[in-house]
């Protein structure tokens, strides 16, 4: 029997060679649809996690990238060349594959669809694998790679990305206004005009164009055939070329709104919002691989450059039936039947409702501190904060006059949003991080653990923040650990939830003894409210 998949196109063997070869295949064939099957139904949660994620504009492109990937595949396809002998190297096809289960099962046990999806990259890694043998499977890399463009970021690398693109394109689209001599001042992500003002929000960030046009360079790079360094350009050019044009975008209507007003913008808003600006940063694309062409000794065209030749590739879909069975394909897919049938039969994980008081119930009168009122947060910020309950108001020392600013919020449901770090919701305030580190809490030793330490400042204005996770009953400064307790505490407890305290005060002067007046007041502040957290966040 040949090695893996035939060649569709040399298939001129004997036809007693033929009718065996008709008969292993057709066992082939089963096994491999048994895997598919009993897979698809065990990655159900990944699927429903993953069409969840496509319904939302940034991750819209989604159901394209599976399509866009088989056909890399199958052009690739084409140039594998038939070897005669059996292949003896699935091994690493079995171990990712048991390894892309067992990762699964994680995500399924603790009820977090993003690992299930993630794993189902590495199950389609080792089928090719399974099928191919080590050897050659290995060079289809590049489609199976692909597909993480389907994948939604985990919530916080989303938040934290999107963030970073908001202030980049503000600044960039700002530049390009000064440039038209359009008078305009930068506060955060708000671009005010003088009588009107302009919000980047997070639709403005870029990243519903992003996504989609890295996939397409990613594409590009892999048709382009020519030296490795014009593949990494065309891929790396994506980014800063999507970042450029939603700059221009944002510029534009600052122009619109500065000449005719806000209720202009809002049309053209909606109309560069989608296909212009996707097809524009193409457009770049091609631009780009045209120029790199015409930097090359040989002298050949755009489209040779891009190989865009697909004849062929529907057939060499129909080599799927030519699969050579194997133990490694009959082991794998007895596997994944028994996970699917046993699923069931697991003891799921209770989430746990925690009981807790309300922040409304937070004492005014805290250990010699006097809170004021709680403020409400503005119905935009509260809606992406997601919290299920939070805290804000001044705290006051008596006879101090510099207030605290307290802000704690809740989540019962991580799955269902996640802890916003001040690391990325200042900068989009407009405060600037000038540093952050992290220090020992200001407390016993049988209390201690660390927290953040930043200074933020806006124009001469200068604040000291203090900040700490608070994962079911333990405090830590890491975003990662803080992800690993919650992680831990389902598994253990069945508990969810999760918490983040803050705390900023104004520094005074910029001489030294500003600080130490800061300081020593989020030290006492951080002293007088610990105590009272169990109550709230247990």
Same mark, same amino acid.
């Given at each position: 029997m040949g090695r893996g998949i035939k060649s569709l196109d040399k298939l001129s063997s004997p036809q007693t060679t033929l009718g065996a070869a008709s008969a292993l295949s057709t066992w082939g064939m089963f096994w491999l649809l048994v895997i598919t099957l009993a897979s698809f139904l065990f990655f159900e949660d990944g699927f429903s996690e993953l069409l969840s994620a496509w319904r939302l504009p940034e991750y819209s492109h989604g159901p394209l990238i599976p399509v866009l990937s088989l056909f890399l595949f199958l052009r690739q396809l084409k140039t594998v060349p038939i070897d005669t002998q059996s292949v003896c190297d699935r091994r690493p096809g079995v171990a990712l594959l048991v390894f892309a289960f067992a990762l699964a099962l994680i995500g399924k046990l603790v009820q977090i669809g993003d690992i299930v999806a993630y794993a189902m990259i590495l199950w389609v890694g080792a089928v090719v694998l399974l099928s191919f043998g080590w050897q050659q499977g290995r060079q289809f890399w590049p489609p199976v790679f692909h597909l993480? &463009?389907?994948?939604?970021?985990?919530?916080?690398? &989303? $938040?934290?990305?999107?963030?970073?693109?908001?202030?980049?394109?503000?600044?960039?689209?700002?530049?390009?206004? =000064?440039?038209?001599?359009?008078?305009?001042?930068?506060?955060?992500?708000?671009?005010?005009?003088?009588?009107? /003002?302009?919000?980047?929000?997070?639709?403005?960030?870029?990243?519903?164009?992003?996504?989609? *046009?890295?996939?397409?360079? $990613?594409i590009f790079a892999v048709l382009y055939q020519g030296p490795v360094w014009h593949k990494a350009v065309l891929l790396i050019a994506a980014a800063p070329i999507t970042i450029l044009m939603n700059s221009v975008r944002i510029a534009i209507a600052g122009v619109i709104v500065n000449n005719y007003g806000i209720e202009y913008v809002e049309g053209f808003s909606h109309f560069f919002e989608g296909w212009v600006i996707f097809a524009a940063c193409i457009f770049i694309?091609?631009?780009?691989?045209?120029?790199?062409?015409?930097?090359?000794?040989? /002298?050949?065209?755009?489209?040779?450059?891009?190989?865009?030749?697909?004849?062929?590739?529907?057939?060499?879909?129909?080599?799927?039936?030519?699969?050579?069975?194997?133990?490694?394909?009959?082991?794998?897919?007895?596997?994944?039947?028994?996970?699917? *049938?046993?699923?069931?039969?697991?003891? /799921?994980?209770?989430?746990?409702?925690?009981?807790?008081?309300?922040?409304?119930?937070?004492?005014?009168?805290?250990?010699?501190?006097?809170?004021?009122?709680?403020?409400?947060?503005?119905?935009?910020?509260? #809606?992406?904060?997601?919290?299920?309950? &939070? $805290?804000?108001?001044?705290?006051? =020392?008596?006879?101090? #006059?510099?207030?605290?600013?307290?802000?704690?919020?809740? $989540?019962?449901d991580q799955n269902d949003g996640g802890v916003h770090s001040p690391e990325v919701c200042l900068p989009g305030a407009g405060w600037e991080i000038a540093q952050l580190n992290k220090i020992d809490a200001p407390v016993s030793p049988e209390m201690a653990f660390s927290l953040n330490r930043a200074i933020i400042q806006k124009g001469t204005t200068r604040m000291l923040v203090y900040f700490w996770f608070e994962q079911q009953s333990q405090r830590t400064s890491s975003g990662l650990k803080a992800k690993l307790l919650l992680l831990a505490g389902k598994v253990r407890y069945g508990r969810n939830d999760s918490a983040i305290v803050r705390l900023i005060t104004p520094i005074s002067s910029n001489d030294d003894e500003g600080m130490i007046q800061a300081e020593n007041r989020l030290n006492e502040a951080t002293r007088s409210i610990l105590p009272q957290l169990p109550r709230f966040i247990p």
């Open positions: 993480i &463009y389907m994948l939604p970021l985990p919530i916080g690398l &989303y $938040y934290g990305v999107s963030t970073y693109l908001q202030g980049v394109s503000s600044e960039l689209g700002v530049f390009f206004l =000064q440039m038209m001599n359009v008078p305009v001042f930068l506060d955060g992500n708000i671009i005010d005009l003088g009588v009107y /003002k302009l919000h980047v929000a997070e639709a403005c960030s870029g990243l519903r164009y992003l996504f989609p *046009i890295l996939s397409f360079s $990613y694309l091609f631009l780009l691989a045209w120029t790199l062409v015409l930097l090359r000794r040989d /002298k050949i065209s755009l489209t040779d450059a891009l190989d865009l030749e697909t004849s062929g590739v529907g057939a060499q879909a129909m080599r799927l039936q030519y699969l050579a069975p194997s133990a490694a394909l009959v082991f794998c897919s007895l596997l994944a039947v028994s996970l699917t *049938i046993l699923w069931p039969t697991i003891p /799921k994980l209770e989430t746990h409702t925690i009981s807790r008081d309300p922040f409304a119930l937070f004492p005014s009168d805290i250990d010699g501190w006097q809170a004021g009122h709680q403020r409400a947060l503005d119905p935009v910020i509260e #809606q992406v904060l997601g919290a299920d309950d &939070y $805290y804000s108001a001044e705290i006051r =020392q008596f006879g101090d #006059q510099a207030p605290v600013d307290l802000f704690m919020a809740w $989540y019962r």
